[in-house]
C-alpha cells in the first residue's frame, strides 16, 4: 500500500492531524490527550485495515484480469457489496465475458479461414492435375484430331479453374462486406431473362425443356448485376441435376407480402442428408456431378440474403428439386 502515492499523502495528512490533535489534547489536559490518541489509534488501525482489505480485492480483480488476458476458462471473482468495488466487479465480469466472445469468434474465423483455404487448395488441384496430364499426352501424342481434342478439355478445364477463381473472389468481397449492392426496380422479367440468357444455347445442346409463367410488371427491389448472377446459378445448378432432355419450370408469383420466383427441375432430387447443407460452401451433394465444386449454391444464397431475400431449397411432391427464391415487399 506504501507505494501508491495517494496513500503515502493520505497517510502524511492524516499523521499531521493527529499529531495536531494530540497536542491540542494534551494543552487542554492529560485526560483529553489520551482520549485524542486513542481516538487517532482507532480510527488509524480501521483505515488501515478497510484499506488493506480494497487493495486486496483490488489484487485478486487484477490476477483475473491477467488469467483473461492469457485465455483462462474457468474465472472466479467474488461479488462485493454495494459500492465501487460491486459496480467495478461487475464492469470486468463483462470485459470477461466479451473477451471470451471475441476470443471464441476469433478460433472460429481461424478454423473457418483454415478450411477454407485447404478446400480452395484442394479444388484448384484437380483440374491443376488434369491440366498437367494433358500436357503431357499432347508431348506424346502424334495424332491431331486427339491433339485437338486434349486442347479442348484443358481449354475446358482452364475455364473453370477461371470461374472458381472469380467465385471465390466474389465470396470473399461479399464476406468482407466491401460490395455495395444497388436499390433499384428491377422488372422479374427483365430479371429472369438476363439470368437465361447466356445458357440458351447449353439448354438447347442438351434438349432441355424451358417452361415459364412470369406475368409482366412484376418488380422488386436489388441489383439487377448480382441477383441475375445468383438466378443463373439456380438454373445452371438445376440443369445439371435434370441432365439430358430434362425439364425446367420457372414461375414467378406476386402478393401483398412478398415475390416468389421457383425454379423446378426434373431431375432425381435431393438426398435427404443433403438438404440442411445445400448451401453450405463448398458442400457437393449426393447427385452432385464431379464437376462441381460446391460454391454457386453459396453464393447464390449470400447474394439473395445480403439483399433482403430468402431461398430454400426442397423435393418437389411430383418429383425433382424445386428451389424458392424470395422478395418480401
Not at 176 to 198: C, M, S, T, W, Y
Not at 273 to 292: I, M
Request: proline residues 2%.
Amino acid at each position: 500500500m506504501l507505494r501508491n502515492r495517494e496513500f503515502r499523502q493520505f497517510a502524511i495528512l492524516f499523521s499531521l492531524m493527529a499529531t495536531a490533535a494530540i497536542i491540542l489534547g494534551f494543552s487542554i489536559n492529560k485526560a483529553a490527550g489520551i482520549l485524542a490518541i486513542a481516538f487517532a489509534t482507532a480510527f488509524g488501525i480501521a483505515f488501515f485495515l478497510f484499506t488493506k482489505a480494497r487493495y486486496k480485492s483490488i489484487a485478486q480483480i487484477s490476477n483475473q484480469i491477467d488469467l483473461v488476458l492469457h485465455n483462462a476458462d474457468h474465472l472466479h471473482i467474488g461479488e462485493s457489496e454495494e459500492g465501487e468495488l460491486s459496480i467495478l466487479y461487475s464492469e470486468i465480469t463483462k470485459m470477461m465475458l466479451r473477451i471470451r466472445e471475441q476470443n471464441d469468434a476469433l478460433k472460429k474465423e481461424k478454423e473457418h479461414l483454415a478450411d477454407s483455404l485447404a478446400d480452395i487448395a484442394h479444388q484448384l488441384r484437380t483440374p491443376l492435375t488434369s491440366v498437367n496430364l494433358i500436357l503431357s499426352l499432347l508431348a506424346n501424342n502424334p495424332d491431331e484430331n486427339e491433339r485437338k481434342n486434349l486442347l479442348r478439355e484443358t481449354e475446358e478445364l482452364l475455364v473453370r479453374m477461371d470461374w472458381l477463381i472469380t467465385s471465390l473472389l466474389k465470396l470473399s468481397r461479399l464476406d468482407a462486406g466491401i460490395v455495395a449492392f444497388k436499390r433499384e426496380q428491377i422488372d422479374v422479367n427483365h430479371l429472369i431473362n438476363a439470368a437465361l440468357h447466356p445458357l440458351l444455347i447449353p439448354m438447347e445442346l442438351h434438349n432441355i425443356t424451358l417452361q415459364m409463367d412470369v406475368p409482366k410488371g412484376i418488380k422488386i427491389l436489388g441489383d439487377l448485376g448480382w441477383l441475375s448472377e445468383a438466378i443463373q446459378n439456380v438454373i445452371k445448378n438445376c440443369m445439371e441435376i435434370a441432365g439430358d432432355n430434362g425439364k425446367l419450370d420457372i414461375v414467378c408469383e406476386d402478393n401483398p407480402l412478398f415475390t416468389q420466383i421457383t425454379i423446378h427441375d426434373s431431375g432425381p432430387g435431393f438426398k435427404k442428408e443433403d438438404l440442411h447443407c445445400l448451401f453450405h460452401r463448398f458442400y457437393r451433394g449426393k447427385n452432385s456431378q464431379a464437376t462441381g465444386y460446391g460454391i454457386g449454391l453459396s453464393l447464390c444464397h449470400m447474394i439473395i440474403t445480403r439483399q433482403g431475400g430468402t431461398i430454400t431449397a426442397k423435393n418437389h411432391l411430383q418429383g425433382g428439386a424445386i428451389f424458392s427464391i424470395r422478395f418480401p415487399k
